[in-house]
C-alpha cells in the first residue's frame, strides 16, 4: 500500500481549488489503471481541498505514484479574484510510507529455564518464555508465573503493549512528516502542468 497526501501547501484558496481538481483527475487516471484508491481523510476549505490523504493498492500503483509525486501548477486566472496579477498555482503531491500492520501470530516463542531465586522447581523447568516479535525484532522474557502456559500468556500480552508503543511511535512520526510537508513545495519544475478553467492537462 501506497499513501499519497495532496495538499495547497498552505497557499491561498486557489491552490485549494486546484488540489480538489487535481484530486478528481488523480482518481479518473488511477481508474483508468485499475488501482484503487481510498481517500482515507480530506479537509475542505471554502472553494476546495486544503489537503487529502489517499491510500494505493494495485499493480500500477507505484506508476501512478511515480507520475504523480512532485509540484503541480496550475495556469489560470483567478476564478476569485478576476483582476488578481497571479496567473500560476501550485499544489503539491507527496508519497508517505505507512505504518506496517502487526500482527500477533508473527510472534515467536522460545521456553527456557527461569534464572534467579525460586527454588529448585524454577531452575529445573522451563517455565520461563522469550517472545520475539519477528517483523520489529521486539522482544521480552517472562519468568514471573510458575507455569508455562501463564508465563506465554503474559509474554503475548507485554509484547503487544509494546508493539503498540512501537506504532504509536511510528505514527507520530508520520503526523509529523505528513504535518511538515504543508510547509514544503517547489514552485517550478512542476510535474503535471494544468491549465484554464477545465483544468485541461499540458503536461
Not at 484558496?13 to 481508474?31: G, P, R, T, Y
Request: aromatic share 6%; charged share 20%.
Amino acid at each position: 500500500m501506497t499513501l499519497l497526501q495532496f495538499s495547497s501547501a498552505q497557499g491561498p484558496e486557489e491552490c485549494c481549488i486546484a488540489v480538489e481538481k487535481a484530486l478528481a483527475c488523480f482518481l479518473h487516471d488511477a481508474k483508468l489503471s485499475q488501482v484503487n484508491v481510498d481517500i482515507l481523510e480530506s479537509f475542505p476549505s471554502k472553494h476546495g481541498l486544503k489537503s487529502a490523504l489517499v491510500s494505493l493498492n494495485g499493480s500500477q500503483a507505484e506508476a501512478l505514484t511515480q507520475l504523480w509525486c512532485g509540484t503541480v501548477q496550475w495556469q489560470c486566472q483567478s476564478p476569485l479574484r478576476p483582476r488578481h496579477k497571479r496567473k500560476n498555482w501550485f499544489m503539491t503531491v507527496m508519497r508517505f510510507s505507512p505504518v506496517i500492520g502487526i500482527e500477533e501470530s508473527e510472534i515467536e516463542f522460545e521456553f527456557i529455564k527461569a534464572q534467579g531465586p525460586g527454588g529448585q522447581h524454577v531452575n529445573k523447568t522451563c517455565s520461563a518464555v522469550r517472545a520475539k516479535h519477528i517483523a520489529t525484532g521486539v522482544s521480552v522474557k517472562v519468568q514471573s508465573e510458575r507455569s508455562q502456559h501463564a508465563n506465554k500468556k503474559l509474554a503475548r500480552q507485554l509484547i503487544q503493549w509494546k508493539l503498540n508503543e512501537h506504532q504509536s511511535q511510528q505514527l507520530s512520526t508520520l503526523d509529523k512528516e505528513r504535518h511538515s510537508s504543508h510547509y514544503q513545495i517547489e514552485r517550478g519544475n512542476a510535474v503535471i502542468v494544468f491549465s484554464g478553467s477545465q483544468f485541461k492537462r499540458l503536461i
